[in-house]
């Protein structure tokens, strides 16, 4: 039962445009969602956070907005630059579940020159 | 370097045999998790510790595995017979219990051929 959702596998974006990443999820309990980063033969990095009680939040060059009735949030990075070439994971906490989090099966971005 | 570490990088090991990995987490973190991602998905969670007390553990973890925060300080992870379908990267992470901040190792590849 995938409780998160990333169903593109895969995003190509040219430089200095916008990267958009996609996530859904089922589980109403869910009330913290963050991204994550990953770059090959590394551990995932930390990204960006937001809470249930808000709909979007921002850092810098990355912005993450979430549709709770749509059950849906989405990872805006503007300008795109070729470092941020990784697979992002989109990931999901509920309070009653302590912090376990639970993945979706990633996107890798790839930002073309 | 104060990140998280894991120990070994990668283990090839032969079906049947066991394995053990190791994973020193932040010194002052008193969350330490375990995670197993397999191609093409996301990590899985498998257990967490809070300071030595096992909190909770995942029914992917089945009674081959162990893990143990013996003086709440690193932990181990231990595969007892192991089985193809054991191949996976082992990520550990920790944290000061803001799931925002859980930092991830770079991970154990296991291969069992």
């Known amino acids: 039962d995938q409780q998160v959702k990333q169903n593109s596998p895969s995003l190509s974006v040219q430089e200095g445009r916008i990267s958009i990443l996609n996530c859904d999820y089922t589980n109403s309990m869910f009330d913290y969602f963050l991204w994550y980063k990953k770059y090959p033969a590394e551990g995932p990095t930390f990204l960006i956070s937001i809470s249930s009680i808000k709909d979007k939040n921002e850092d810098g060059r990355f912005t993450v907005f979430l549709n709770k009735s749509a059950k849906h949030l989405s990872l805006h990075i503007v300008p795109s630059q070729p470092g941020d070439s990784a697979v992002y994971f989109c990931a999901a906490s509920a309070e009653s579940s302590g912090d376990k989090l639970t993945f979706g099966t990633g996107t890798r971005l790839a930002v073309r020159p | 370097d104060t990140g998280v570490s894991q120990d070994p990088r990668h283990k090839i090991t032969k079906r049947g045999q066991n394995v053990t990995f190791r994973c020193d987490p932040i010194?002052?973190?008193?969350?330490l998790y375990w995670y197993r991602q397999t191609l093409g998905q996301g990590p899985e969670f498998l257990t967490y510790?809070?300071?030595?007390?096992?909190?909770?553990k995942s029914r992917l973890l089945s009674d081959r595995f162990s893990a143990e925060r013996p003086k709440g300080s690193f932990s181990t992870l231990e595969i007892q017979r192991t089985e193809q379908g054991d191949s996976a990267m082992y990520l550990c992470?920790?944290?000061?219990?803001?799931?925002?901040?859980?930092?991830f190792g770079s991970g154990t590849q296991l291969s069992v051929l």
């Open positions: 992470a920790s944290s000061l219990g803001q799931v925002e901040k859980l930092f």
């Open positions: 010194s002052e973190h008193n969350r």
């Open positions: 510790f809070q300071n030595e007390a096992q909190l909770e």
